[in-house]
Nanobody, 127 residues
Framework: QVQLVESGGGLVQAGGSLRLSCAAS????????MGWFRQAPGKEREFVSA????????YYADSVKGRFTISRDNAKNTLYLQMSNLKPEDTAVYYC????????????????????WGQGTQVTVSS
């Protein structure tokens, strides 16, 4: 059974930092693109960041560019999101996602590209 388990969320003041982790189990995702999405109350789930299978290509939403950094450790089957200079508008549930298709690029920004999802971790940024 494939599982993606996020951790590292919490409450932080504006300007602070958090590091999210996503540990995968049940299969290896070292050959698959992975990403982070977030969903704020009353809003659609939106793209945050994505990374290709090797880690050589990364993608960011304009709203987080320059503040967030995505990375992966394929040996540990784990995805990360380092978030810095957090703002109240970053408050949301953050979801890890993985494409089930190895070596497939496609549209990194589209939710439908990702067949596996975690349960989410809450990030709350106070002003």
């Amino acid at each position: 059974q494939v599982q993606l388990v996020e951790s590292g969320g919490g409450l932080v003041q504006a300007g602070g930092s958090l590091r999210l982790s996503c540990a995968a189990s049940g299969r290896r995702f070292g050959n698959n693109k992975m990403g982070w999405f977030r969903q704020a109350p009353g809003k659609e789930r939106e793209f945050v960041s994505a990374i290709n299978w090797s880690g050589g290509s990364t993608y960011y939403a304009d709203s987080v560019k320059g503040r967030f950094t995505i990375s992966r450790d394929n040996a540990k089957n784990t995805l990360y999101l380092q978030m810095s200079n957090l703002k109240p508008e970053d408050t949301a549930v953050y979801y890890c996602a993985a494409d089930a298709r190895p070596y497939y690029s496609g549209d990194y920004f589209r939710r439908g590209e990702y067949g596996h999802w975690g349960q989410g971790t809450q990030v709350t940024v106070s002003s």
